[in-house]
């Protein structure tokens, strides 16, 4: 089985954004290891950002975090971006780290905390108006961690006013993706912590709001392949957040712990149309590399979903058809599987070095000397990481 | 703490479906045992029934299952019922027992089938115009177990159109409540699997179109309750099937597993209006008495959630929103746990005899010999199981 | 990358037990579908299971159930199975299908009941002398579903002094493994429910008692390929029960649900001594085919067995571990999906040539007219099911 | 149902250690929320967990954490605790927050990080000599993130040797408790993941080795109180570090989430001896109190250790057993949940006065003025947290 021509047109417009954060020190409530050449700029992480994308031509969007990637001037930020060939993408708010919204922040019970929370978003919506950004990410740690402290119920309400404000805000261009999460910060009650409530949360709102499918924010054992199947037919699964997983939010190298399962959500975006030419869908990765090189985790990421798009676009979908119709059930699952365990590394080896790419991104970033390049040069200044 | 007189009034109004198949023979893959007196037919199914409800005052409706409990004249079973005091309550449809039904049922490829499936479920609003049961339910154990064995995006919007032919057939009295269930008897995808899968689906019918939550259909760690809230929020959730449940759908007596999660469960019906006198929430038990007795173990599941109603009820909800608001954390928790852990029992126990019930159904019935009875009677014939 | 020459030897002695009940029907406790061709008889699923050997090379030994596959001179069985080029293979004990079991068997508080377990078990043994089988294979369904209902310290005492009992009866060359259950049939308590308990048990018997790991029969997250590298640094992995899973005991084909962890999974036995020529670890499928067919359900399922232990035995190991050793995340990693992504299809089909065996066995099976063949013969006569 | 003149020696003699950490502050990888008044010395941290003693009259002695509560003399912290009516219990080591322990301490690869790792345990043992402490507890964050990244099966064996030469260490009147942990921070493996390893690791070494159960350490679903009547069984259950979840390793206060859960360990813990005079079982918590005030957190979770112990100590176990004995599902369960639903409350209120404690420890504790003077006095300085 090779790759068809069709496969590889589908490929070569296919990106994945890449976060700003995750260039910076990232780990656990436990420890968060620093390591040499850690960015301690937004400018900084832009230029690693730059190395995955030159590597691998499938990453030219980084997306920041606001406040944590705040500049004084946005569109010069983006100048800067544009003159390593990157554009700045999804503007990913933050109400989880001032001490305001210990108690939450759209969904908190005081109206002036929930205002500070808005102003927010609204804020954000700016920089996004200087970056030329298209989506507002909002993920809400707002949650509870015993039972009777908080209003569950009500929250719900607060949540959709705040979200209508910020929805207003937002230009004809502009698209809000809400995300949700099985647990974590909050250890009792999370205001989203499902697709369920993510969506009719968005579908009050309008059309350019939807949904945000992190894949390592789902209770163990959900089949996330379906999710991404029912919100791209209900046509609000507005971006993907990529990692994996084996507990819990764990937020390793995306398809790191579970192949396979990457490989089924690529063949469910496939049929549902989220690699068509005006896919509604963003992919974004959203990683934490604790322990192994940042900028390899990164590019080993984009390489394992194009890897995975791959194959999922290897499927024959035809002859898959015909074998579910005929309730032959080994065939069906052979025909995916087929797809599954071919190895295609090679040919987008031999595809990428056609396009000007390296045939092996991993081995030409090593040997480019970046690495040893920003140790030697990013000494002294504070190191990136969630803090800032 | 005791329970006040408004909540005794809430409390007077409870009633709580018991499920005919509860009285029959249940078991695992593995084994179901038999057990002397357990009902050969529908007509020993409502009695039994009927003597929970004798002694409980807390289940005057029995839910049947089709065709399971199937008689020539349901006007006829209807008036049986009656002469014990009994209603005929949901009608259960049951799209998985036949050989047609291996690949699907109402998602199934093929048009046949599909129809078959939709024939049996306007079959099930017939039955439920001879008994005047109001809600006809759907479980679907529709699903793959394979990856690539289904098509599950095609899947959706097959279940879309056979739910469409089956709500139009719906007196104006008559609603129909979906269920969803995470997994089993499919082990790779369900059609139906999550909340937000029947939400979408009901919400595209009509108002009688609800969800049925079964309290054992649900991911590990799953917070029930913010689901509860969030239906009741949305005016979609139709019934209640109450069970509980340590690792998969257990099926267990409500309340045995986590008596607080129940508890938390009920206060959200509470807050959400469930409880109100016009409520549109049916609550029943689903549930498989496999190794203790049937009848008992009803009566143990009414009292279960009569006694966390109680307690749901005591909550001082006035006193918790103010600890909430105010960032007590402790305090609301406090409050909440204080319900919780006072002991209704021996003021509910009073409370029955005032009217007319026994203190102690379980005793009372025991002492009533209606088990030696149905031992002695009910020898030859075929016990009752899901089969039948 | 290519096999190795030396891997290839390890392959060509590779043997994986196929359990006689995979050919008859099972099914969920919902449902049961049969199949046309279903074995009635033993000797019926000893024929079927000689066609996965025959297309594979690699399972020449039926696992037998006891009493489903009791007959009446299980040496005439025996001469049968050898007939068509097979042998007998490990004895599964049966102690969950029996009325007296209903609250357990070798852990019952009743001495009665006990007594009766234990005799079956030495009944088990018997029937090894007269198989030649080597292993007695001890699955309880013992435990409890609600708290309260046994008094689960005692009985590990009561298990201990069974397990003594049936110990004493085995042979110098019969060994007893253990198995063990996270959950089902019961559903608070089981009293063999994880590894520890199971290894503390055998090691209290001597060295003849070791662990079955079936694949299935842990929580959810659990890393499986930890407790193999454990249980064989233990000296007491006995034996393999594989399987997948994607929830609970789904007994799906082994590595279908995920493939990356059976991988995982070889790996650690090739490390750990599993893979050697004296290996103590006897390899089974222990599978449910409900819906798919079921001889090629197993052909599948040993092929996945070989192709996973290709891939792992391609790991370049000396390599691996300078990584490790070297901190190198990425490297080290990156060395071990090499191997897993590694497409070995090709090389094991032309590898089977030129052992005289089917490129493509599934292939061959189909175009052999087997199933044709039994689905014309077997017609009539009650089909083996768990019950028989 | 009231409490036994027996039951209420036991309880008298109950203690609850208490962690020093728990009244710095605690958060998650996204924050850590600061509040007046918390400790910035140890001192401090004991001053605090005192005031939990004087109003319980349960909790006389504090875990110390090594290096986060390291002074130059542990002699004069001894002295200055016992100046406060405390005793210094149990020393936890920490190899996790060093640069060098990134890829693991006890189990690294690298000799040199081993004896770093080994030498910081040595130092404990100093520590406990000083302080007079008999327990070193050791939880260690040895794991990997990735497949392939660690040698799983060699690093079983590094710690054997590592903790050998700890264990050799130990006085005559010390111990080793080794405590397991399912996942986090190591997101693939961990080095000690569950009960098995620990019981295996500690078996190897000798009678004052033993394991310590964290009750947030488990995978979902997991019996613990399986756990806790195996290991007493085995003679090897050391401690608890008592915390409670509803997801992972939530930490919150101990019987929050599942306060049943909470009965049943403790039951168990009764049935098994380990309320005895001579128990070898230490009773500690381990939580964070992220949102809410650490001293009350901690006076509410001495108290519902005590009050469900206090309800497992009233289950009549004669009556229990003769139940289990004859197969009376409902009633054995009815037995036991009769002690679990039994408000304890009241009883154990008066029984404090009697004792010269507050009935109402928190209401004491808030009348107190304690938190008032020290958030006027612990004015500058640096709030402890689990970085020091």
Chains 1, 2, 3, 4 share one sequence.
Not at 149 to 163: G, K, M, P, V
Not at 263 to 292: K, S
Not at 335 to 343: G, L, Q, R
Request: hydrophobic share 40%.
């Amino acid at each position: 089985m090779t790759i068809s021509t069709e496969a590889l047109e589908i490929l070569a417009r296919q990106e994945i954004e890449v976060p700003s954060w995750a260039y910076g020190n990232s780990g656990t409530r436990f420890k968060v290891f620093s390591t040499p050449g850690t960015p301690r700029t937004v400018q900084e992480k832009i230029s690693d950002a730059a190395q995955v994308h030159k590597h691998t031509g499938l990453a030219p969007t980084v997306a920041l975090h606001y406040p944590w990637d705040k500049v004084d001037d946005f569109g010069e930020l983006r100048s800067f971006a544009e003159g390593l060939g990157m554009k700045l993408g999804t503007i990913n708010s933050n109400t989880f780290q001032d001490d305001a919204y210990k108690f939450g922040s759209l969904t908190h019970s005081d109206p002036a905390v929930r205002r500070m929370a808005i102003d927010h978003h609204l804020q954000c919506v700016d920089v996004m108006d200087a970056t030329g950004s298209r989506d507002l990410k909002i993920w809400l740690a707002d949650g509870s961690n015993y039972p009777g402290q908080a209003d569950i119920r009500t929250r719900q309400d607060l949540l959709h006013e705040s979200l209508v404000e910020i929805y207003d805000r937002l230009g004809d261009d502009q698209r809000m993706v809400l995300e949700y999460k099985f647990f974590e910060p909050a250890f009792y009650h999370m205001d989203v912590p499902d697709w369920g409530t993510s969506y009719v949360q968005v579908a009050a709102l309008g059309d350019r709001a939807m949904v945000c499918l992190d894949t390592g924010h789902h209770a163990p054992g959900t089949n996330i392949e379906f999710i991404v199947a029912q919100l791209l037919r209900l046509g609000k699964l507005g971006s993907f957040d990529f990692n994996s997983r084996f507990y819990a939010d764990d937020d390793l190298i995306v398809g790191a712990a579970d192949p396979f399962q990457l490989f089924r959500i690529m063949y469910e975006v496939v049929v549902g149309g989220g690699m068509a030419d005006d896919t509604p869908v963003a992919f974004m990765l959203d990683q934490c590399h604790n322990v192994e090189d940042k900028i390899i985790g990164q590019i080993r990421s984009v390489l394992n979903v194009q890897e995975m798009s791959a194959r999922a676009l290897l499927v024959d979908r035809n002859a898959l058809h015909q074998a579910q119709r005929a309730g032959d059930v080994m065939g069906a699952n052979g025909i995916f599987m087929d797809a599954f365990y071919t190895d295609v590394r090679a040919d987008l080896a031999q595809w990428r070095e056609s396009r000007g790419l390296p045939a092996d991104p991993i081995a030409a970033y090593v040997a480019s000397g970046y690495r040893e390049h920003i140790e030697a040069d990013r000494v002294g200044g504070n190191q990136a990481s969630w803090g800032a």
